[in-house]
């Protein structure tokens, strides 16, 4: 089985030329490159999705910036969980960064775990927020369930109407009503 290195270059628009990014992934020795013009924060790609098809065991996908692979930590992660699990590696040109090298590997297990810290971060905004927003009375939760609207399905269901059309008539949602019945409320 022979291994190749596989480009993909991405501008955001179309007016936006991908010559600089094709010519340094062709010194690079790309023997195939997938070419993409759409923003990287849109999660349609259809060239990337052709690209993690494509690749095979040993491969090799190159990229010029790690911006024109991902937007964010978490979609870097994704693809180079995907890229991993076909047995490929991932190379990014101006960082000199490879998976192949255990200090590719390391760099790459650091930004996944940045990531995890600035999720973690995020959370415990979140947590402050909703802490503050319910001491000032501004926060509720959710409304309570109407045990009326609950009783209603059920006897529409017992007189043979549908699970979906019962809860869709009666405007309360399907894991709603089955939670209701986990909890012997109905």
Do not use: W
């Not at 010559?19 to 010194?27: D, F, M, P, T, Y």
């Not at 911006?67 to 000199?96: C, M, P």
Request: hydrophobic content about 35%; proline content about 2%; overall charge positive.
């Amino acid at each position: 089985m022979t291994s190749s290195k596989i480009g993909y270059c991405r501008v955001s628009t179309t007016e936006q030329n991908m010559a600089a990014q094709l010519e340094l992934l062709n010194k690079a020795g790309c023997h195939e490159i997938f070419k993409e013009k759409v923003s990287g924060s849109n999660a349609d790609r259809p060239e990337l999705k052709m690209l993690l098809a494509y690749i095979r065991k040993g491969d090799t996908v190159t990229v010029t910036k790690l911006d024109r692979l991902a937007r964010s930590t978490k979609d870097l992660l994704n693809i180079a969980e995907a890229i991993k699990k076909k047995g490929a590696d991932f190379e990014v040109l101006n960082i000199n960064l490879d998976t192949k090298s255990p200090t590719g590997q390391l760099m790459l297990t650091m930004l996944a775990a940045i990531a995890e810290f600035e999720r973690g971060i995020m959370l415990e905004r979140q947590r402050e927020g909703i802490d503050i927003a319910k001491a000032d009375g501004k926060y509720k939760g959710r409304k309570p369930i109407n045990e009326a609207k609950l009783q209603q399905v059920q006897k529409l269901v017992d007189s043979g109407t549908s699970v979906s059309k019962a809860v869709s008539d009666v405007g309360i949602g399907r894991r709603t009503y089955y939670k209701a019945i986990e909890e012997g409320r109905i």
